[in-house]
């Protein structure tokens, strides 16, 4: 628990790695250029039907915070963000409340080990993970996250590594 910063050097860039996943799958999640049969004409990029609040959800979703606090009560880990967003990963099977507050959600989570790990939707509705754990040293943490997205639910997996902060001098 405590404060972590974001370490880009050794993060992966999950806009680079959508893109990758996207042409290993055949492209677009199989999908022809322009999404009509005969890769013409159709909606602007990105998926089809996708509204702005989804498309601003996928982008939050794919842009970490660079610093980020967690802690925890009882069944209750708690992500504090610089984003001003609060994630509260609820580990003991309780009913959620549903946030009308985009800057508060509370996220079904498990222990399986000393990792967390969540079981959530993703934006565009697919299932998505997160799984939170330490460096063997400590010094590290860890998000991986998995999303299943488009039609074919391709599988994609982007990690971040934050570090302990260094220590300010006063």
Do not use: C
Request: aromatic letters at 8%.
């Amino acid at each position: 628990m405590g404060d972590w910063v974001l370490n880009r050097d050794e993060s992966d860039d999950p806009r680079r790695h959508m893109r990758d996943d996207e042409d290993s799958n055949g492209g677009y999640g199989g999908r022809r250029p322009g999404g009509w049969p005969g890769g013409g004409g159709g909606r602007r990029g990105g998926y089809g039907g996708e509204s702005d609040s989804e498309r601003q959800k996928m982008h939050e979703l794919l842009s970490p915070p660079t610093n980020i606090t967690l802690s925890m009560t009882g069944a209750e880990v708690d992500l504090k963000d610089d984003h001003d967003r609060k994630r509260a990963f609820m580990t003991d099977r309780r009913k959620l409340q549903k946030s009308k507050d985009d800057n508060y959600q509370e996220i079904a989570a498990k222990w399986e080990g000393s990792r967390l790990v969540t079981d959530e939707k993703n934006p565009r509705g697919g299932k998505m993970s997160r799984t939170f754990e330490l460096s063997p040293d400590g010094r590290q943490l860890y998000e991986t996250l998995n999303l299943k997205l488009g039609r074919n639910n391709y599988e994609t997996s982007t990690r971040y590594v934050y570090d302990i902060p260094a220590p300010t001098e006063k």
